[in-house]
């Protein structure tokens, strides 16, 4: 049985109908823990080699390679690849329009977290 | 499930990713290099004062490449991760010594009279605060220590016998001492 691509597994989620203060202010694309668990990490360092990444979250190359592509086509990451010796490094960084989404997402999801203590 | 339990979730996977990058290497290496650096070089300005001098000019940077081999190891990937808390580490620790030592010295060039033994102790008081700094933002040992250094720095003259030696042992002890209980106590948790 062919196995079903990454993002089928987790797919982000829509808002709801209805949507309580914050939830429209959520970045779709970092409504998945894996990115926003990358976007954390590489929001405090310069750049982060991607098996650093995958040992720090604990997710599978494949996975996490997937999740790692669409921010860098959203235009919140910048990739540079090397090669350490004879060894190929694939190492990413955050950029300004990342560093500012990440912001927006984690003021709504404080937002939202507020609105539903209330 | 709510999106706010969604939302719980996702927080909790991150924060287990941030724990894992934060785990931090055992620092007791460390410690014992700065305070081997520390007595030897203190006991050296009573016995040897010459020799106590040149010592405490070269030494650290031995020390200092055992902190930084220490303090940057690879924590989980296959290199060290260099985040906006260590380099205010390295800031805090770096630069702050650095500074007291080169206020010290020039308050030395401004000031004839704190020439000679009086200028260590100004070095010794400036690192005594750049200590209690540090046990503000880093590590809670220094809360105590830094104080005690600059007592100690300001009571030098008052002690009649092998005062450095005396203000090395408590620099020393407070560095190590610490660790070694907090290892103890690790590993009683760990055999529990």
Known sequence: MPKPPPDALSPARPPPAEAPPGLDGLDPLLQHRSRLGAMVLLSTADSIAFSHLRDLLQETDGNLG?????????????VTKQFVGRKPVTRYAIVPAGQAALRGHLRAMEALIKSAKV | MTDV??????????????????????LFPVYVAWAS?????????DLRPDWGGTFLALAWIPAALVAWRFRHRPTGGDEPLYTADDRRAGLHWGGGI????LAGLGLQFVLPHLRGPAGGQVIVVLIGVVYFLGGVHFDRRFLWLGPAMIVGGLSISAIPTLP????????????????????????AQAAA
Request: charged share 25%; hydrophobic share 50%.
């Open chain 2, 5 to 26: 339990a969604q939302i719980g979730e996702d927080l909790a996977f991150v924060k287990q990713a941030v724990r894992r990058r934060d785990r931090r290497p055992d």
């Open chain 2, 37 to 45: 650096y520390v007595l030897v070089g203190y006991v050296l300005l």
């Open chain 2, 98 to 101: 650095g500074l007291a030592i």
């Open chain 1, 66 to 78: 997937a999740q790692l592509r669409k921010l860098e086509e959203a235009g919140y990451l910048a």
């Open chain 2, 164 to 187: 450095w030696t005396c203000l090395g042992l408590l620099v020393a002890g407070g560095l190590v001492l610490p660790s070694l209980f907090k290892r103890g106590g690790a590993r």
